[in-house]
């Protein structure tokens, strides 16, 4: 009976993080109040406050949560998360891994973009989320410092802002390829960011 009740709630949890994410994706985050997650969650606006005390704490757990979770990120106590595969392959170095890590990414885009769009909204009207994707982004910045500093590769002063310009190439790339009009292919998208990604990194 304890391990149904447990199911419940996290899958009430769950279903207020998603149905969130949808009203931000939707009406707006500014436009979208609390009862209006918890109506689209069929649940009410007191089972909410039992799960989260505000709207900011759900697009703060839609970020720590789902979006970690969809790139494989974990807890880490120097960064708040990181991705261990991204600093291995930062401190492989290899044409090939760097490719081979940008095309999985690449699969999470459409899991991604939203949150990070929804986040940076959040932000513009939200004090409490001032720069949450932006200390978010600084955490994958890190662990490509860190993948640097473990090959002993570049100078230790050159290393986080290498991160920065890889980093906002990936974020650039990630928010807009299917709009814009590069005149490439996915395919040829990403063997691009890879050949900037190696020239920045190695």
Same mark, same amino acid.
């Given at each position: 009976m304890a391990n149904l009740r447990e199911a419940h709630k996290r899958m009430t949890r769950?279903?207020?993080l998603e149905s969130?994410?949808? $009203?931000f994706k939707t009406k707006g985050?500014?436009?979208?109040? *609390? /009862? /209006?997650?918890?109506?689209?969650?069929?649940? @009410?606006?007191v089972t909410f406050y039992a799960y989260f005390s &505000?709207? &900011?704490?759900?697009?703060?757990?839609?970020? /720590?949560?789902? $979006?970690?979770?969809?790139?494989?990120? *974990?807890?880490? &106590?120097?960064?708040g998360s990181t991705a261990q595969d991204l600093v291995a392959t930062v401190a492989d170095g290899t044409p090939?891994?760097?490719?081979? #890590?940008?095309?999985?990414?690449?699969? &999470? #885009?459409?899991?991604?973009?939203?949150?990070?769009? *929804?986040?940076? /909204?959040?932000a513009v009207v939200d004090p409490e989320l001032t720069d949450l994707v932006e200390r978010w982004m600084e955490e994958a910045i890190s662990d490509i410092a860190d993948g640097l500093a473990v090959a002993e590769r570049l100078e230790p002063h050159q290393r986080h802002f290498r991160?920065?310009?890889a980093m906002a190439q990936l974020d650039y790339v990630a928010q807009n390829w299917e709009r814009a009009d #590069?005149?490439?292919?996915?395919?040829?998208?990403?063997?691009?960011?890879?050949?900037? #990604?190696?020239?920045?990194? @190695?």
């Open positions: 769950r279903l207020l969130g994410l949808e $009203l985050y500014a436009a979208t109040t *609390v /009862d /209006d997650i918890a109506t689209a969650a069929g649940t @009410t606006r &505000s709207r &900011s704490e759900l697009m703060k757990a839609l970020i /720590d949560e789902q $979006l970690n979770e969809a790139l494989q990120r *974990v807890r880490s &106590s120097e960064h090939e891994a760097i490719m081979a #890590w940008l095309r999985r990414t690449a699969g &999470s #885009w459409p899991a991604i973009r939203p949150i990070i769009r *929804v986040g940076r /909204d959040a991160g920065v310009l #590069w005149k490439l292919t996915p395919d040829q998208m990403l063997d691009e960011l890879g050949d900037s #990604w190696v020239r920045l990194l @190695t």
